[in-house]
T-cell receptor, first 115, second 112 residues
Framework: QKEVEQDPGPLSVPEGAIVSLNCTYS??????FMWYRQYSRKGPELLMY????GNKEDGRFTAQVDKSSKYISLFIRDSQPSDSATYLC???????????????FGTGTRLTIIP | DGGITQSPKYLFRKEGQNVTLSCEQN?????MYWYRQDPGQGLRLIYY???????QKGDIAEGYSVSREKKESFPLTVTSAQKNPTAFYLC???????????FGSGTQLSVL
């Protein structure tokens, strides 16, 4: 079993819909959770960063972490065609440089927003 | 503009050949990383360096080598010992105590 599981999709939704992207994990030591967005043939860019459990909102994006269920989610409201990309979850137990050298990435979910 | 520059964008390797991927950053970051991305797999860490003249192996270092002679530069060599080198290679950096990774645009390496 992989440490981080992420549905690869592809996921297609109409413009304006609410999108829900999810990851599950097995390592209870993870406490830093991130979502990266990656456009085709580009490097990932950090979208959301959350420490421990709870919600974090930034514009149309909301990240949720449920450590008791080992489940994290990214919600995108009022989705736009420009949101079409691959979304990668990543997590770390921390330490050092926030444990960047020990980041575990999901496989990514490919999302397409249909105009 | 500050950022990470990877070159070339596309690279082809012949059998038995070593090739070097370039990564340069002007963000004044201490830590730099090399990841490999394959379809259907998450990013996997090849090597990382937290300071000049020091680097550590990541999860899949076999068949790769790196150097860190300057803070700005972290080149990756894919040696002939790497039997399955075809992948998208990503370089990243982060500031001390920073949780955010900054990525370059990647290099697609293919075997001829």
């Amino acid at each position: 079993q992989k440490e981080v599981e992420q549905d690869p999709g592809p996921l297609s939704v109409p413009e304006g819909a609410i999108v829900s992207l999810n990851c599950t994990y097995s390592n209870s030591a993870f406490q830093y959770f991130m979502w990266y967005r990656q456009y085709s043939r580009k490097g990932p860019e950090l979208l959301m960063y959350t420490y421990s459990s709870g919600n974090k909102e930034d514009g149309r994006f909301t990240a949720q972490v449920d450590k008791s269920s080992k489940y994290i989610s990214l919600f995108i409201r009022d989705s736009q065609p420009s949101d079409s990309a691959t979304y990668l979850c990543a997590m770390s137990a921390g330490a050092g440089n926030f444990g960047n050298e020990k980041l575990t990435f999901g496989t990514g979910t490919r999302l397409t927003i249909i105009p | 503009d500050g950022g990470i520059t990877q070159s070339p964008k596309y690279l082809f390797r012949k059998e038995g050949q070593n090739v070097t991927l370039s990564c340069e950053q002007n963000l004044n970051h201490d830590a730099m990383y090399w990841y490999r991305q394959d379809p259907g797999q998450g990013l996997r860490l090849i090597y990382y360096s937290q300071i000049v003249n020091d680097f550590q192996k990541g999860d899949i270092a076999e068949g790769y080598s790196v150097s860190r002679e300057k803070k700005e530069s972290f080149p990756l060599t894919v040696t002939s010992a790497q039997k399955n080198p075809t992948a998208f290679y990503l370089c990243a950096s982060s500031a001390p105590g920073g949780e955010k990774l900054f990525f370059g645009s990647g290099t697609q390496l293919s075997v001829l």
